[in-house]
């Protein structure tokens, strides 16, 4: 695997479910993101991890969870979502957090 | 604060024609300019980047984009458009200057190429 990769590709759930997702970059890289993509609205930074610490929250609801586990991993840990919330889940990593971001594909996240 | 526009959120162009999309920015500080492309069901994939020095950045697939700091500019080209070119394209433009990995995106412009 190269890259950074994302999965689940495609995640339908229930408001009452609890899922994660996951992320791996094989970068070598230090700094991990995630960011929500809808529809006809900017990508919207969520979290900011930095040396496996969080350095940024934007005001995401506590139903998002995430978890760095080390440098490679990231993860969103899902629970009690709402329709709102289906979008296209995008993870990032650079090399140092001031550095270019590179994208995984993407989780399509259904919620019904 | 920064900001990022980009003017036409659909174009339209003829294959073989010139492609040209539009990125303004607001930025206090020096910026950190970005381009990128998505195709359908993919992540972002980066086009090409301005950071320091030369302003005229070439990318893949082609396309470059110029750095215009008195017009706060970074307008995507490629002389010659291709049906591969379809996409949605996403400018986006951090303060990597001051030490910050924030990105700010464009709302993005999605290209059509027509035969």
């Known amino acids: 695997e190269t890259g950074v990769t994302q999965t689940p590709r495609h995640l339908v759930m229930g408001m009452t479910n609890k899922k994660s997702l996951k992320c791996e970059q094989h970068?070598?890289?230090?700094?991990m993101y995630w960011y929500k993509q809808s529809a006809k609205k900017p990508l919207e930074l969520m979290f900011v991890y930095s040396l496996e610490e969080r350095v940024e929250n934007n005001s995401v609801p506590s139903r998002f969870s995430p978890e760095c586990p080390n440098s490679s991993h990231l993860f969103l840990h899902l629970h009690t979502l709402q329709p709102e919330d289906s979008a296209l889940y995008l993870c990032a990593s650079s090399q140092d957090d001031t550095d270019t971001q590179y994208f995984g594909p993407g989780t399509r996240l259904t919620v019904l | 604060a920064q900001s990022v526009t980009q003017l036409g959120s659909h174009v339209s162009v003829s294959e073989g024609a010139l492609v040209l999309l539009r990125c303004n920015y607001s930025s206090s500080v020096p910026p950190y300019l970005f381009w990128y492309v998505q195709y359908p069901n993919q992540g972002l994939q980066l086009l090409l980047k301005y950071t320091t020095g030369a302003t005229l950045v070439k990318g893949i697939n082609g396309f470059e984009a110029e750095f215009k700091k008195s017009e706060t500019s970074f307008h995507l080209t490629k002389p010659s458009a291709h049906m591969s070119d379809a996409a949605e394209y996403f400018c986006?433009?951090?303060?990597?200057?001051?030490?910050?990995?924030?990105?700010?995106f464009g709302t993005g412009t999605r290209l059509k190429v027509l035969a």
């Open positions: 970068l070598g890289h230090n700094a």
């Open positions: 986006a433009v951090s303060e990597g200057h001051s030490g910050t990995y924030k990105y700010i």
